[in-house]
Every structure is written in C-alpha cells, then in structure tokens.
C-alpha cells in the first residue's frame, strides 16, 4: 500500500503543476486588457493602374483570368484606431491636404481631428502613435497630435540618413524626377513629414525603437524591415476576436497576404513582404486578422475584417473591427 | 386597308415617339440625393487639372528642378541633423559638420535662384520659392547659432522655419512639378 502512494505521488504532484501553470496562464490571459479597434480611411488614391500596386494583378487586355481583368483600383489609406484601457493609439497618421498639397487625383480627404472627433475622440487624446514607416503619406499630421508619443524605428532614419548621404544625385535625391518617383532609396520622404517626425524629436515625444519592443501590456512592434521600407514596422494588438496585426504597407494588400503575391514595392524586399505576411500568419493563426494599409476592397464584405463600416466626412470610410468588453459602439 | 408600306412608316414613327418620349423623361426625372456608400466612389465630378505649362513656363520649371532636388535632399537632411544630435550622442561639433554645407547650400542656391528669369506668369511662384530657399538659410542659420550659445530656443525657431519653408516649396510644386509626390 505505502508503496504504490510512492508510485503515484510523483505523478500527482507533475499533474498539479501542470494545472497551476495552466490555471496561471489562462489568469494572466484573462488579466491582460483587449483592445476595441477602428480603422479610417484618410483619403483615397483614384484609379491605380492595378499592375502598379500588384504587379501579379497587371491589366490583361483581352485575358480572361481574373486576375488580370481589373484595369484601376481605388487605394484608400487606412489609419488604425486603437483604444486600450485608457491609452488611444494610432498606426500610421496618413497624409494632410493643403492648398499647396492637393494631390490631384485622391479623394474623400478629410482632417485627423475631425475624423477622429466622429469616433468620439479628441486629437489631443491620443497618447501614442506608431508609424509602420515614415512615408509621408503615412507619417503626416503629426502636428496635429499634441500629446502623443511616436514611435519609429531607428532603421528607418538610419536607411533615410545613408540615401541622403549618397554619392550619386538619383540615389540620394528625396525627388529624383519632376514626374515623381517610387523606389529610389529616399524616395516618397518629403521634407515637410521629416519635418514633423523631427518636430516630435524636438518635443521630447519620440521614441527611437530598435527592432521589437511592448509599448502596451500585448501591444508590441514587431520590426518588419525591408518589408516595404527600411525600418518598416508591425504592431500586434490583443483583441476580443483574437490578436490583430496592423502591416502599414507592409501589408499594402490584404488580398496579397490571402495569395500570397507582393504588393506596393517600393523600398522594398519582397523577401522580408513574405517573411512579415508569415510572422502575421504566425501572430494570429491566418490572414484575416492581418490589418492592411491599402486594401482596395477595404470596408466592403471581401475584407472580412474591415466590412462592418460606414461613410462619414467627405464620403470617406470608417470601421469599427471589434470592441473590447464595456466599450460603446461608436457607429453612428 | 392601309398598305404594309403604311404601317412600317406608321411603326417606326411611334418607336421614334417612344424613344423621345422615354429620353425626356429620364432627363426630367429628379437625380436620387442618398446613394448607396459602394456607389460613391469614383462617381464624383472630375477634379480639375492644372493647366499645362507654356514652353517658357516649362524651361523654369527645368532650370529650376537642378535646385529643387538638391534643396529638399538639403531640407531633410537639416532635419535629420536635429534627430541625430537629439537622438544620439548631442554632439554639437557633429551638429555643425552636418549643418555648415547645408547653410552654404540654402544661401548660394537663394543667390542662384534670386538671378534667374522666369516668365512674368510665374514671378510669383518664382518670388515664393527664393523666399523659401532664404527661410532654410535662416533655419540653418538659427542652428548654427544654436551650437555657439546652446539656446535650445533657437532650434524650435529653426524647426518654424523649416516647416514654413517646406510649405512654399510645396506650393510651387502645385505649380511646376504637381505630380512630384505620388502614392506611397
């Protein structure tokens, strides 16, 4: 008798950790906040010739694949609203239109603010921003978010630095023609967003990142490098629906990240595309959760995630992807 | 009896009438004010375009590039030199390496641009860029004396600036060069 509660007591006791380790887990899981997440469409850039922002999706004149059938997209540029407890972070800042930045051909602009004011929030609110690179349309109205405090990777600034730095005047230049350019190194980095990233510098409201970094109890950065730019970056977001993943460009399309093709190349290595579509594929068990920067089927049903939207300032979208518990819907 | 000649004359008036009458209608017809949000997009009046440059508008605005690619390598690169000096080592001997060639660049490429001639069209756009060029100098200028006495005043007077003289620029690009930035 003595010696079979010998036999069994090593079992029990491994049988009891492994209960309290479990039990342990699903506390601090459970104890660890959920964020509520919106998206908004900044403005949207009009009829993209498909090929330019997919190459696997060129136009076909005459085909009679699918996937070469579409001439044009309509590319908005989305913005990540995140609000966790009492912090309200944003993913990227989109762009500000001027009188001296008209950027014709885009559409449904409207101001951050006031944006952000339909959501219910104020721009002075908003306590963190985290750019998944310094484009500048993705990198704009900083300026217009007193408090808050950027994040950008030092990769970023330091890929930026060396092209300024170059020998050669193409390489180099932040314009390396009059009719524009894509992916020359510094390219697509104007001196006005630059500006405003170092104006947050200034303030003593930036934070250099290297590489992963928590900003939030499950909010983390995961470096995405080369993935589109240099120091490209995602954030990780715990939800109610599970664990997002916002990709900037990175993860221009959703679409793309679905088939697997590249999308919006521009500093880009289509390598580390890949490798970023994988790590959100890893972080959230599929493609459904990833949170794309440009998707031109964004707030309709073939984006699943973005589909529970509506029209608000100047015909732009907005989303609302999934509330934490207590949160208020803040659909009109 | 009507011949078949008759009534074919006869039909065809009255698709004639139909299609008229049909036209009219649709024209008459109040247009819907609530569209569906998946029907708005891209259905709106075309933005006007910018008119085209002349020949002579189109020599500045070539003349004129040789400097605007430099100078907004040079705008940046001012403001990467605030980063570096605020984010690394607050080197201020560092600080003026970066900032000493980017002061004699704003201030020859203001002589430069002051001596051009631009077409009378463009004497404004021509006026707001040299004032932006002389804006950078000033900004380059206030950093400078910023590494002399250490008043970090004087970088947020650089950093205004800066952002003044970035908005110019972009106003003359709307002008010269309007598809100088494009989707990223």
New interface residues.
């Given amino acids: 008798m003595r010696k079979r509660s010998l036999r069994i007591r090593p079992f029990a006791w491994t049988a009891l950790i492994a209960a309290l380790v479990c039990l342990f887990d699903a506390a601090a899981q459970a104890q660890q906040p959920v964020c509520s997440v919106w998206l908004i469409e900044s403005s949207?850039?009009?009829?993209?010739p498909f090929g330019a922002f997919m190459p696997d999706r060129a136009f076909v004149p005459g085909s009679n694949k699918p996937e070469s059938s579409i001439p044009t997209v309509?590319?908005p540029v989305n913005i990540g609203v995140i609000k966790c407890g009492n912090e309200l972070v944003l993913y990227d800042t989109g762009w500000k239109q001027?009188?001296?930045?008209?950027?014709?051909g885009?559409?449904h602009w409207a101001p951050l603010p006031d944006q952000l004011k339909v959501l219910g929030f104020n721009a002075a609110d908003v306590t963190k921003v985290v750019i998944g690179h310094a484009?500048?349309?993705?990198a704009g109205q900083l300026s217009d978010l007193p408090n808050a405090v950027l994040y950008v990777q030092r990769e970023e600034?330091k890929a930026?630095?060396w092209a300024?730095?170059y020998p050669e005047?193409h390489i180099?230049?932040?314009?390396?023609d009059?009719?524009?350019?894509?992916r020359t190194p510094?390219?697509?980095?104007?001196?006005?967003t630059?500006?405003e990233?170092?104006?947050k510098?200034?303030k003593g409201k930036?934070v250099?990142v290297d590489g992963e970094m928590e900003i939030l109890p499950g909010v983390r950065i995961h470096p995405a490098f080369r993935a589109h730019t240099a120091g490209s970056q995602l954030l990780e977001v715990p939800t109610a629906i599970g664990k997002l993943v916002f990709g900037s460009?990175a993860f221009s399309s959703y679409e793309a990240i679905r088939d697997w093709m590249t999308a919006?190349v521009?500093q880009t290595d289509t390598v580390q595309q890949f490798l970023a579509y994988e790590k959100c594929y890893k972080i959230t068990g599929g493609y459904n959760n990833c949170v794309s920067a440009?998707e031109p089927l964004s707030?309709?049903d073939k984006y699943p995630l973005t589909k529970n939207?509506?029209?608000a300032l100047n015909?732009g979208?907005m989303a609302e992807i999934t509330l934490a518990p207590g949160e208020k819907s803040r659909k009109p | 009896m009507p011949g078949a000649r008759s009534l074919l004359l006869a039909g065809i008036v009255l698709v004639l009438a139909a299609s008229v009458g049909a036209a009219w209608l649709h024209e008459m017809r109040p247009q819907s004010v609530v569209r569906p949000a998946a029907q708005t997009a891209g259905t709106r009046a075309e933005k006007p375009q910018p008119p085209a440059l002349t020949a002579d508008e189109e020599r500045f605005a070539t003349a004129l590039w040789a400097v605007h690619r430099e100078a907004t390598r040079s705008a940046v690169a001012m403001s990467f030199a605030g980063i570096a000096y605020q984010t690394e080592n607050r080197d201020a001997r560092a600080l003026a390496r970066s900032i000493e060639p980017l002061a004699k660049f704003f201030h020859d490429a203001e002589i430069e641009v002051r001596t051009m001639s631009p077409p009378p069209s463009l004497s404004k756009t021509h006026g707001q860029y040299v004032e932006a060029l002389a804006l950078y100098a000033n900004a380059a200028a206030e950093m400078l004396k910023f590494i002399e006495d250490g008043d970090s005043q004087r970088l947020d007077v650089a950093h205004r600036l800066d952002v003044r003289a970035s908005e110019d620029m972009l106003r003359v690009g709307e002008v010269l060069w309007p598809g100088q930035y494009k989707p990223h």
């Fill in positions: 949207r850039f009009m009829k993209v309509d590319l001027q009188e001296y930045l008209k950027m014709t885009s559409d484009h500048w349309d993705h600034l930026i630095e300024l730095n005047p180099r230049a932040i314009n390396s009059p009719g524009g350019c894509y510094a390219c697509g980095y104007m001196p006005l630059i500006e990233v170092y104006g510098v200034l930036a250099i460009d919006n521009q440009h707030y309709t939207s509506w029209e015909g979208r």
